[in-house]
């Protein structure tokens, strides 16, 4: 007996070909700055956070900590930021954006203010907004 179930009739589906395509276009979009769409997370969150630790900080920015210290390393070499010993804990480090790490996060922020912009022009302000409520509370939920 065949199912009645494809894979696109699963909202896992939906979600990871959703996540698919935009991390594509935002990959594009940020290509022009030399910078991959996980350290455009990462610099977006030290723009107003510095304590979070290595393991807090790979956490909010979805990557598995050895691969957030692999982007890292190479965002320090880059000069996009600098590792500062922890205020709290000196056996820790925090990430301190550079100057350059400043000025490429508002170059990047308007590109994907650009992105976001296109997404609520091709499916609307209202849907656009609801549809980032729902993501936001898919992403709270406890699945495990």
Do not use: C
Not at 101 to 124: N, P, S, T, Y
């Amino acid at each position: 007996m065949q199912s009645k179930y494809t894979v696109q009739s699963y909202i896992s589906y939906s979600l990871a070909t959703a996540h698919r395509k935009i991390h594509t276009s935002l990959t594009r979009r940020l290509k022009e700055f030399g910078v991959q769409v996980e350290a455009w997370r990462i610099m977006e969150i030290l723009e107003t956070e510095t304590d979070f630790t290595m393991g807090d900080l790979a956490e909010v920015v979805l990557m598995n900590p050895p691969t957030l210290t692999k982007l890292v390393d190479r965002m320090v070499s880059d000069g996009i930021v600098h590792r500062r010993i922890a205020n709290r804990d000196h056996r820790q480090v925090n990430l301190v954006l550079t100057e350059l790490g400043l000025k490429r996060i508002h170059q990047i922020r308007e590109q994907v203010q650009i992105e976001d912009d296109e997404i609520f022009r091709r499916i609307g302000s209202e849907k656009a907004k609801m549809l980032h409520t729902i993501l936001t509370e898919i992403g709270d939920l406890d699945l495990q």
